[in-house]
């Protein structure tokens, strides 16, 4: 059964900073890309980052480039999400999932997990 569990959220103050982590299981992910999402309430869900397992290759929006940054520890079967200079904007559930090719779009991704919330006061 595959399982991808995040943990790693809170509440932070504005500036601070989080790190997000994806623990994978159940299956072999190496030919997988592990994407971040987050959903605001009353918003569409909307694509953070997103990385190969097999190469380390990324994708990322510019617009959040130098604040996300996404990783992966293959040892552990684990990505990580680490997010710096948090504003009140960034509040929202942080979800994890597993897609055969890397990319942004939330359909093609076929494992999810449950999501962490991450709260950012002002």
């Known amino acids: 059964q595959v399982q991808l569990v995040e943990s790693g959220g809170g509440l932070v103050q504005a500036g601070g900073s989080l790190r997000l982590s994806c623990a994978a299981s159940?299956?072999?992910?190496?030919?997988?890309?592990m994407g971040w999402f987050r959903q605001a309430p009353g918003k569409e869900r909307e694509f953070v980052d997103a990385?190969?397992?097999?190469?380390?290759?990324?994708y990322y929006l510019a617009s959040r480039k130098g604040r996300f940054t996404i990783s992966r520890d293959n040892a552990k079967n684990t990505v990580y999400l680490q997010m710096n200079s948090l504003t009140p904007a960034d509040t929202a559930v942080y979800y994890c999932?597993?897609?055969?090719?890397?990319?942004?779009?939330?359909?093609?991704?076929?494992?999810w997990g449950q999501g962490t919330q991450v709260t950012v006061s002002s």
């Open positions: 159940g299956r072999t992910f190496s030919s997988y890309a």
């Open positions: 990385i190969n397992w097999s190469d380390g290759s990324t």
């Open positions: 999932a597993a897609s055969r090719t890397l990319t942004r779009v939330p359909t093609e991704y076929i494992y």
